[in-house]
């Protein structure tokens, strides 16, 4: 048996092998656009495998006794919804929410903040381009590089009236949650966004300011919702492409689960990806209208099945071992379900409490370098290529973790300078490994360093937030030799004529050399844990 391979289904018909497979890229790409068009705001669409999302026992769901039932181990991603393990879960009801964190600073709540000064800017932007149909397009304009003409101006102003539209009913509670948010810690959310630039002592700042990060997680007793998002670039403009992703996507997951109470009388895991996929749209909808810039996007939701069937203990692992089953017999765990969106390069894992073991829920893919991030929100046109649905099974006790590429990027074995045979690989050099095999190492690579991460501190018992600092300090302790010799290199430059010629002469040559091949990527980082519990 293979321990610790993980198997990817692209439907609820399962592969008969216990190791990954992937789809050609080029099959992500013309299945993702097809997902958008599937499901945008306006289509109405209904998930094939089933009559209709209040059809109720007109369809069959899977159940723990019956064939077909996805397997703990068992990870999909799909482009549809109808690409999901069709099981019932634990009634929805959108009360008040437990809790909600956001981040950094006021997260999503700064992007709303910005609306009424955005609708100012949309209105300037219009009068400077009738009066000068390129005046956004001279070298000199701050908008030069997004060649924005009149009739995109326009669509930008009716999308933010419509942005307006869908957020009036949720202000009030909106506001309140704001207010109320730090008056209760949920132990079952953690998350916090930092930075690993460099500090320049000459201009007396960091690189990368504000920081284009953000996160999301709200509470309920047997639901969370959550997301990450990476705004692409520097600046106030990737900043709030991100925030307003996040912002979009948590509106309209909530208001298409409000609609919803009054006419599905079952709720099941196709319906909650239905919805993730149209609040996905939504967030696009949210980033064009408050922005120029693009961002990627994870999120999704976390919940408890209905159908807890009767087992003797836990989910059966795929490809484990006599041993490792005997180890884990345990009382049952409840079984919870994550259903999650993506797209770009912000990656989910899932770390199994009972098996000690992290497994990626996204599909990873760095084929085309760190500067390619695979797919986007904002613009004109949303960039689907790698858009996906993500589902897994969860027992209760497991974490779900969020993470921007600030943090996955380096966990990397070529990014922490490890080459291709120090991993287990017959290459020498990352550019001579044919690029399925490059990925899947890497993602096992991956998982196995996060693991480790997890347990760093072995007398510490595991939380959400402990996971979340871990990580935070392993980002930050990677990339502190690069940090530290860029900014050394700074304050020579700085006390260069102070300095005798032979004291300046080593300290340069001490720090180019270790410029030369650092270990460790610098960005904006950020790390969301979730733990599937109720509360």
């Known amino acids: 048996m293979n321990k610790g391979k993980h198997r990817r289904s692209r439907s609820t018909q399962l592969s008969g092998n216990d190791s990954w497979t992937e789809t050609p890229q080029s099959r992500i790409v013309d299945v993702a656009i097809g997902a958008a068009k599937w499901l945008s705001p306006f289509s109405g669409g209904v998930s094939p495998q089933k009559k209709s999302p209040t059809s109720g026992s007109s369809f069959k769901y899977l159940t723990p006794s019956t064939p077909g039932y996805p397997k703990y181990s068992d990870v999909f991603s799909t482009s549809e919804p109808a690409g999901i393990p069709l099981l019932q879960v634990y009634p929805v009801t959108m009360g008040s929410s437990v809790s909600i964190e956001v981040g950094p600073d006021d997260g999503l709540f700064e992007c709303l903040d910005d609306i009424s000064e955005r609708k100012k800017v949309l209105k300037g932007l219009l009068k400077k381009v009738q009066q000068n149909p390129n005046a956004l397009k001279e070298d000199d304009s701050p908008y030069f590089k997004y060649d924005l003409g009149f009739d995109d101006i326009k669509l930008k102003n009716v999308s933010l009236k419509e942005v307006e539209r869908k957020l009036k009913p949720s202000l009030t509670a909106s506001a309140i949650q704001r207010k109320e948010r730090w008056a209760y810690s949920d132990p079952r959310i953690s998350g916090k966004t930092t930075d690993t630039y460099a500090f320049d002592v000459i201009k007396g700042e960091k690189a990368g300011q504000p920081n284009c990060d953000s996160f999301y997680a709200e509470g309920f007793t047997k639901m969370l919702l959550f997301g990450v998002a990476d705004g692409i670039g520097w600046g106030i403009p990737s900043r709030r492409a991100s925030q307003a992703a996040l912002l979009g996507f948590q509106n309209q997951l909530k208001s298409s689960i409000t609609k919803k109470l009054q006419k599905v009388q079952t709720w099941d895991t196709v319906i909650i990806g239905e919805i993730c996929l149209e609040a996905l749209n939504t967030g696009h909808e949210f980033v064009n209208s408050n922005t120029e810039a693009k961002t990627t996007f994870a999120g999704g939701v976390i919940i408890e099945l209905a159908n807890q069937g009767r087992r003797t203990r836990s989910f059966d692992y795929c490809g484990s071992s006599d ?176 300095l005798k010629p032979a004291d300046r002469e080593a300290e340069q040559t001490r720090i180019q050399a270790a410029l030369k091949d650092p270990a460790g990527k610098f960005d904006h980082v950020t790390c969301l844990c979730i733990k599937a519990a109720t509360i």
């Not at 797919?375 to 689907?384: N, R």
């Not at 017959?426 to 490994?433: A, P, S």
């Open 323 to 498: 041993e490792e089953e005997n180890r884990i017999i345990e009382a049952p765990k409840k079984k919870w379900a994550l259903v999650a969106v993506s797209v770009g390069d912000t990656l989910i894992y899932r770390y199994s409490s009972r098996r000690e073991r992290v497994t990626e829920l996204t599909t990873s893919d760095r084929t085309f370098g760190v500067r390619d991030a695979g797919g986007s929100l904002g613009g004109s046109q949303p960039d689907y290529r790698n858009l996906s649905l993500h589902f897994c099974l969860l027992e209760e006790g497991d974490y779900v973790i969020a993470v921007s590429d600030g943090v996955h990027d380096n966990l990397d074995p070529e990014i922490l300078k490890q080459r291709p045979i120090d991993i287990g690989l017959n290459e020498t050099d990352w550019k001579e490994v044919p690029n399925d095999t490059k990925n899947n190492a890497k993602r096992k690579f991956k998982e196995e360093k996060l693991n480790q991460i997890i347990h760093h501190y072995p007398d510490v018992d595991i939380s959400a937030k402990t996971i979340v600092n871990n990580v935070i300090e392993f980002i930050w302790n990677t990339t502190s030799d690069h940090r530290n010799a860029y900014e050394q290199g700074a304050k020579l430059q700085k006390d260069w004529d102070t």
